[in-house]
């Protein structure tokens, strides 16, 4: 009778998930082109390896599942999954009482219409938020960095109106969690911390510790740079980001 060792079979697996990675860099330069282009293959191969060990955790474990999965990451953040602006996401992923299809189908749906709720038709929303805030982005830094926290939802709402509608409502928990994040990277004048809910509001609230913007971690984890300059280097970062995007 054939046997079959422990070795070999984690060989297979392996082959599997390499196969599947090699598939999900084509799906990626398919269907988020920008998102391949800005960042290039390696951080991509990490974000998809990022989202295969998330997703399983969920319990999606098909090719179609894992890949829903990674394209939410994509359009939402690496943590959109436990990210205040998206509570549909954890609702989906944490329900026990539908199959992994339909858990799989749901995601999958809710993505869509978020996205489309959000970005606007054809992404006009996004494009003119991103060209906003690239334009101004001295007047806009000037203004974030100076601002007190009592007003940020109102920096939230003019730098991306269409995404502020949407999440208005969540805005508060992903405030008091910028907060709380934020003094971790000795992010401590009210300036500073604005500006990492700024980012958390763009990018996703666990930028910090997304493949996808590994320089923005980078930055914030450097203990040899001062706030005022760790603040103003994060700045540059994104507006480096935005530059290549605004009118993709």
Known sequence: MLKVSTQQVEAF???????FENEMVQHVKKFFPTHYKLLGESPIRNTIRFGYHKATTYEFTTKRS???FISCMLA????FDTDPQFVWAQKILTNKNIDPVMKTNNLRDKM??????????????????????YDNRNELYNMIITLPLADVQNVLEEIYP????AI?????????????NAKQYQLLSEGSIVLYIVFMFMLGSGFDMDPQFKLAGDILNDITIQENKKSESLWECGISFIGKIKDK
């Open 13 to 19: 697996r392996s082959s599997a998930v390499k196969n």
């Open 168 to 180: 208005c409502a969540e805005s508060k928990i992903l405030i008091n969690l910028g907060i709380r």
């Open 66 to 68: 894992v890949s829903i």
């Open 112 to 133: 869509i219409e978020t996205f489309n709720r959000i970005t606007g038709p054809k992404q006009l929303d996004l494009h003119k938020s991103l060209r906003h805030i």
């Open 162 to 165: 269409k995404k502020y509608k």
């Open 76 to 79: 939402f953040g690496s943590s």
